[in-house]
Each structure stands twice: as C-alpha cells, then as structure tokens.
C-alpha cells in the first residue's frame, strides 16, 4: 500500500510526463501553483552534469535507484516490476484517449489467403502429417480475411463516447489473425493496439499495429489483464494453447461473476467443436447448460458486429 501511495503522489499527471527543460529562473518561485521538487528527470539530469569519477560514484552501490536497471531486475524487485508492468500501459492508453477496446485473439500460424497455396506446396515433400497440418491451416486461411473485415468494419464506424474512442481493436501484436486484425484497422485509417510479450524465440510486432500503442510485456499475467481490463467485446478466432487459454480464462471470468458479461464471439463452429466438447461439459455436469450462452458463434464480420451492436443498444 505505501508503494502505491508513493508512485501516485510522485507521479507528475499524464499530460507532465515529457521531462521539462531545467529551472533556470525563478520567476514560478512565489506562485502557489508550482512545482515545489524537481522532476526525477531533472534530478538524473544534476548528477550527469556534473563531474563525478572516484571510486565512490562508479560503485554500482552509488546509482540512483530507478537508473539501476541491475538492481530493478533483482528477485526482489517483481512486485515493483508488477506494478510498473500494469502502471504503463495504462498510462499510455489513457493518454491516447483509449475508452474501450474489441480484443481479437487467434493463431499466430494460419496463413492469409494469399500464402495459403504456398504452405500446402512448401509442406509437399514432407510426410503425410505435416501435409495435413498444412492443408489444414490453409483451409482456415478465410479467418484472415474475417479477422480483416471486422477490424476494417468496427474501426471505420470510429464511434466515441465521452470524449474517448470506444471499441479500439486490440491483438496480441504478432502475425496471422492478430496481423490480420491489426491490418484492417490500419486500413480503415484508424490506430490499433499490439500487447506483444517477451518469448524466448525471436517476435516482433506485426507491421500495422500503431507505433505509440505497440506495448511489450513481461508477464503473461499482466498482458491477459490488460487485454480485458477495457475489451468490451473479443473475437476469438481458432488458435493454438494461447488462444484457448485466453478464451477459457475470459468464460470462467464471466462465469464466476468476477467480470461482467461482454459479447464473446467465438469464430469457426467446425474448429471449436472438434477441440471442446462444450455440449459434453454440460451433460456432465462440470458446466451448466446456461453457460453455453457465454458466447455467440459467428462466422462473419456483420454477423459479429450485429451481435456487439445488439448488446450495446447500437446501430447495426
């Protein structure tokens, strides 16, 4: 608690955030309304300035606290890094006036229409799985075009509310479908947001999300906190161990009460159906049948925003 009492009542507001220029007249001392302490910014920038080379000042020991990226890094540190982690994406959304966001999450390895071809013959000369799973993939290559089209679709309706814009499109910042959705709100002219996260293998954002609203992550527990703490709609499209972990969190959040309800739209029956028996969980009893109303199947772009719109009281 003293931590979070600490970073709000040091934190400058979010339209102070540039680092200003150093004092170098008094003419602010006497209004009430000034600054009475430097920004760290201005502190950092004292010390710099200065000449500062003895044995004292180049001990790691002698680094300013927030400079030490060592000593942040440290064990200890995760709880300060935690609320950093969940602290600066807030921040820069709501700089960005970001009200509520539609969240897409799906694969990053279905290909778009255009390199659907060239999966199946790249995998030609392999054995009979990988020919499968290629042809597979190809044949849900059509989710890229709908991924596409709803993004396309919801960003040019550019609705706002309060003085913020409502329903940003939000992926997970990497290829296929997230690329996908990325993609259509560039098209439409509209800025969208990447939450990309740390991984061992090389990732990178995809081309199409918004430079400014391009956000890096190091947990998984605060990227999936971030991607609903303003969805007011998620399309789920088919998807790997990523996908169905995001999507089966979201159901329990809503189930349990913990999240309030939200348009959940779930794309390609022929895919979910094989992967979860939802159905079988109600017979059994490990659900209730009136939580196969959590979501809403969908296998088109209106046919998701008509069923957003419905919910919200809006124009279809």
């Known amino acids: 608690m003293w931590l979070q009492l600490l970073a709000q009542s040091c934190l400058p507001p979010a339209a102070a955030i540039p680092i200003p220029e150093l004092m170098t007249e008094k003419e602010n001392e006497h209004e009430l309304t000034d600054r009475k302490f430097y920004?760290?910014?201005?502190?950092?920038?004292?010390?710099?300035?200065?000449?500062?080379?003895?044995?004292?000042?180049?001990?790691?020991?002698?680094?300013?606290?927030?400079?030490?990226?060592?000593?942040?890094?440290?064990?200890?540190?995760?709880?300060?890094?935690?609320?950093?982690?969940?602290?600066?994406?807030?921040?820069?959304l709501e700089e960005a006036g970001v009200g509520s966001t539609l969240?897409?999450?799906?694969?990053?390895?279905?290909?778009?229409?255009?390199?659907?071809?060239?999966?199946?013959?790249?995998?030609?000369?392999?054995?009979?799985?990988?020919?499968?799973?290629?042809?597979?993939l190809a044949s849900r290559a059509k989710y890229y075009d709908i991924a596409y089209a709803l993004a396309r679709m919801v960003s040019e309706k550019a609705i706002v509310e309060d003085g913020k814009r409502q329903f940003?499109?939000?992926s997970g910042g990497g290829p296929s479908i997230m690329e996908a959705a990325n993609r259509g709100a560039s098209d439409a002219g509209s800025e969208s947001i990447g939450l990309n996260i740390v991984l061992p293998h090389e990732q990178a954002p995809n081309a199409y999300v918004t430079p400014n609203l391009s956000l890096q992550f190091h947990y998984f527990a605060l990227r999936k906190m971030h991607f609903l703490l303003r969805a007011r709609a998620v399309a789920v499209f088919p998807g790997g161990y990523g996908t169905l972990d995001e999507l089966l969190e979201l159901l329990t959040l809503v189930q349990t009460g913990k999240m309030k309800p939200i348009p959940i739209l779930l794309f390609g029956k022929d895919f979910w159906s094989r992967i979860i028996d939802f159905e079988a969980m109600a017979e059994e009893g490990t659900i209730s049948k009136k939580d196969l109303d959590l979501f809403h199947w969908?296998?088109?772009?209106?046919?998701?925003?008509?069923?957003?719109a419905d919910f919200y009281e809006l124009e279809c």
């Open 168 to 170: 940003v499109i939000t």
């Open 103 to 136: 969240v897409v999450y799906g694969s990053a390895r279905i290909p778009s229409p255009q390199d659907a071809d060239a999966l199946i013959e790249a995998a030609s000369d392999k054995n009979e799985f990988e020919q499968r799973v290629a042809k597979n």
């Open 39 to 92: 920004h760290a910014g201005q502190e950092a920038a004292f010390f710099e300035e200065r000449p500062h080379d003895t044995p004292q000042t180049r001990h790691p020991s002698y680094k300013l606290a927030y400079r030490d990226t060592d000593f942040l890094l440290r064990d200890e540190l995760r709880p300060v890094r935690f609320q950093l982690e969940l602290l600066k994406p807030e921040m820069l």
């Open 298 to 308: 969908c296998e088109s772009a209106e046919d998701a925003w008509c069923h957003i």
